[in-house]
């Protein structure tokens, strides 16, 4: 994959095809969070978090005691802190690595998309000097790293998103469980999945986290063609899970599987909304910039 991403304007370099030709997911989530740092400072809404951490260049005049000087030893420039928060904020990022993220209708899968959002949210999250944690599952937990706030850490993560691959059929209730159990300190629960299972299990397991006293943020990641059903033409579909396949016509189908995708997502987002989680739905075509943006407002929310 090529690393030249070329001279797009605004935050629309932030677009996943865009970035599926950076070759490492360090300089992806260097790019997607700086690019959209920057675009906050354009916003109207900057400013808008006093959690918020930024730094920017000293200027002659500014308060010396502001000046970051461990960034001073590590750069070699002088740079002022506007915002710094000082909570100490412990995130656990989830990442979905069942089979069905296996599914695209373009050059980016869901699992991809997701890991590409996982990276980006950690890049953040150290930026702010939080601490960030990943747990990878299907119907167990593949692997877990605990939450930490250094560079190195972050490294760890990043090259942990690098080498996984997709596992099996996705099943929430089990690892959703043992998570929150293991998770001892209270903070943020990040949850990256197509959600693809009876809604029960996953309800049960964020009632647990949010019995814990954990604020819970769900991304809800899904293809352009899964939230459209884009088919045209009859076609034999194969559940990537458990490879049983059917033979469907557009026409008879769409109807009943747009009920029943706004059915299921309305008991999702009824069910979060009961409990005071955070519901986002995400297209695999969409800029990552608008997860980063809602992962700030709601943090900003929760810790007034």
């Avoid at 030709?21 to 969070?33: C, F, P, Y």
């Avoid at 029943?260 to 990552?288: H, M, P, Q, W």
Wanted: contains cysteine; negative net charge; glycine residues 6%.
């Amino acid at each position: 994959m090529k690393e030249n991403i070329g001279k797009t304007k605004g935050t629309r370099f932030l677009d996943p095809e865009i970035l599926s030709r950076i070759s490492n997911l360090e300089l992806l989530a260097r790019t997607v969070v700086e690019g959209f740092v920057s675009g906050l400072h354009k916003s109207p809404y900057r400013g808008f978090s006093v959690e918020f951490m930024e730094y920017r260049p000293y200027i002659p005049g500014d308060d010396m005691a502001r000046i970051d000087w461990k960034l001073y030893a590590r750069s070699d420039r002088l740079y002022v802190k506007e915002y710094e928060d000082e909570t100490n904020t412990s995130c656990n990022i989830l990442l979905d690595m069942s089979n069905s993220m296996g599914y695209t209708s373009s050059k980016i899968n869901k699992y991809e998309y997701g890991s590409f959002l996982a990276a980006s949210l950690a890049y953040f999250i150290i930026r702010q000097r939080d601490s960030v944690g990943l747990s990878l599952f299907d119907d167990k937990i593949v692997q877990r790293i605990s939450p930490k706030s250094t560079t190195g850490h972050l490294y760890s993560l990043l090259t942990t998103l690098e080498n996984s691959n997709l596992g099996k059929h996705t099943a929430f209730g089990k690892p959703f469980h043992e998570l929150a159990e293991a998770i001892k300190r209270r903070g943020f629960i990040i949850i990256i999945s197509d959600l693809l299972e009876e809604p029960e299990g996953l309800i049960d397991g964020l009632k647990h986290f949010r019995f814990d006293g954990h604020e819970v943020i769900v991304f809800h990641i899904l293809d352009p063609y899964e939230l459209n059903f884009q088919f045209n033409d009859i076609m034999e579909l194969e559940d990537m899970e458990t490879g049983e396949k059917v033979l469907i016509s557009p026409e008879s189908a769409k109807e009943v599987y747009t009920k029943n995708l706004e059915k299921f997502r309305n008991i999702v987002k009824k069910e979060c909304g009961i409990l005071g989680i955070d519901y986002y739905a995400l297209s695999t075509d969409k800029a990552l910039d608008f997860a980063l943006f809602n992962y700030l407002s709601s943090r900003s929310k929760k810790l007034k």
